[in-house]
């Protein structure tokens, strides 16, 4: 049986884990901000906030934008259900547009028709780590005054036009997830990367939020 996925986990990670297990913090101590200044760095983006799934990640995201009860936002059907149940939690509708058969992502060809006066968002996914062609979704948000969030959640590492997904060259915000069928996995988790100060401000309320919840 071939199995869905298959993490890699060496000697210098356990020998990682043990010394946080051994330190004075488990939860949101150094290593949390260790972590999103290296993530920020290695993608090229001014900011990085970790969150404890791709969901919650996806959630904030869309929270700091300000997605609203009758928005709407565009993404693709081929994706984990998280990317469209986020903004169902926030009472917005998510507009399915057909995928390309080669990449399995989202078809661009076809988005400007979905767009009505309620889309506020536009959600490319970078399919199994293939890139989105973003620089068409950045134009194609800028003439309708849309927002765009890229769910990298396959796609750390990845490169489009010699930048890297998560520079956010080409969108407000993008999101990584490191569960265990991801690139790298802390277990579960989540990142959202930005360049934008007053997004990465909400993001910082929105996690605190969910910090005192627990």
Do not use: W
Request: hydrophobic share 35%.
């Amino acid at each position: 049986m071939i199995p869905y996925s298959r993490q890699y986990i060496d000697d210098e990670d356990i020998r990682a884990v043990i010394e946080v297990l051994k330190s004075d913090f488990i939860t949101q101590g150094p290593k949390i901000s260790e972590f999103e200044k290296s993530l920020a760095n290695y993608c090229g983006s001014r900011y990085a906030v970790v969150f404890n799934s791709g969901t919650s990640a996806l959630h904030a995201a869309y929270f700091s934008i300000g997605l609203e009860k009758n928005d709407e936002f565009i993404t693709s059907p081929i994706t984990f259900v998280a990317t469209a149940n986020a903004g169902l939690y926030l009472g917005a509708k998510p507009v399915f547009v057909d995928v390309e058969p080669d990449t399995g992502n989202i078809d661009i060809s076809k988005i400007e028709q979905n767009i009505t006066n309620r889309t506020k968002l536009l959600v490319p996914v970078h399919y199994a780590g293939h890139p989105v062609d973003l620089e068409k979704i950045y134009d194609i948000a800028q003439k309708y005054n849309l927002y765009v969030v890229e769910d990298a959640s396959h796609a750390l590492g990845a490169e489009y036009r010699g930048s890297k997904i998560g520079e956010c060259k080409y969108s407000d915000m993008t999101v990584f997830s490191f569960h265990p069928v991801e690139p790298i996995t802390t277990g579960d988790g989540a990142a959202v990367l930005t360049n934008n100060d007053e997004l990465y401000k909400k993001m910082k309320i929105f996690h605190s939020q969910l910090i005192r919840k627990k």
